[in-house]
């Protein structure tokens, strides 16, 4: 009952002003991202690459109307990526990306300067030997960011795609993106959308989770498991056991702060476990967004008030 008001918090302004002058609130922010700095989000990778742990990093922003931010954005991944090579860190490291935060809802050629900043951020990937992964966001930029996910590939042929299984249209997309050496993201969907475009009910939305677990699994591309349910864990486990897949040709991801035990656990078992971590100052929208998914965050978000206030 709370997740959409809390999405709706995480787009409102005035709500966000108050959220981030609460004393307790940095510190409690801190169990989902990783910090402020490049500095804080390579420490973070240094402590999950010591447990087995591979990442993919978000530098926080989206909704970007400005050209200088969105200009600002692709520095900072350029930056991020430099810091992870000089450390050792680089090779087999992710980046996931929003399109809408280099430039996509620009009013004057969104998608065209969106394409070129998301090309320089997978040029300075490849020149590590990492990967770029292209973040979902809400339904109306779909079409838009499976669009430049084309023309990117033409050139970096590993950019991954993020779908989610909340949508109707996603089951389609992962037949069309289930092809030799795609990599796909499935996750089951953050966003507050209209019943016309989007699963309501969370049986639904996991019956088709599965759906499009078995599309991919049963594919030729690289299928990422996003997910901390247990169950659909369980399921992704066995459908990859019976396609016949390795552990080096899937793999699974949750958000950083969320399950750590699980996350070994997984890795412990030699399979491939990717951790999102998400760092910088915009953190008010994907705090809000976590909060929403899981009740489980939110009480922790109470309690931390309640004891740090």
Partial sequence: MLRAPLLAAARSRRMRKLVEVVPATRSVVSRFVAG????????????????????????????????????????????LLSALAADGLAFGADVSVKLSAVGQFLPSDG??????NAR???????AVGATVTLDMEDHTT???????????????????????AYLRRTEQDCRDLAGEGSRVRLCKGAYAEPEEVAFQDKS???????RCLKILMRGKGYPMVASHDPRMIAIAEKLAMDAGRQADDHEFQMLYGIRPDEQRRIAG???TMRV???YGDEWYGYFMRRLAERPANLAFFLRGLATRG
Avoid at 120 to 125: P, R, V
């Fill in 36 to 79: 402020a700095r490049t500095s804080d989000a390579a420490r973070v990778v240094r402590e999950l690459a010591d447990d087995g742990l591979r990442v993919t990093l978000d530098h926080l922003g989206e909704d970007t109307t400005d050209a200088g931010q969105a200009a600002t954005t692709v520095r900072a991944y350029e930056e």
């Fill in 111 to 116: 998608e065209k300067v969106a394409l070129e």
């Fill in 120 to 126: 320089k951020i997978c040029a300075a990937a490849e």
């Fill in 142 to 164: 779909t079409d838009s960011t499976l669009g430049i996910l084309r023309e990117l590939r033409t050139e970096y042929p590993w950019v991954g795609a993020v779908l989610q």
């Fill in 204 to 210: 639904e939305v996991d019956k088709s989770y599965v």
């Fill in 269 to 271: 078992d030699g399979k």
């Fill in 276 to 278: 999102y971590v998400p």
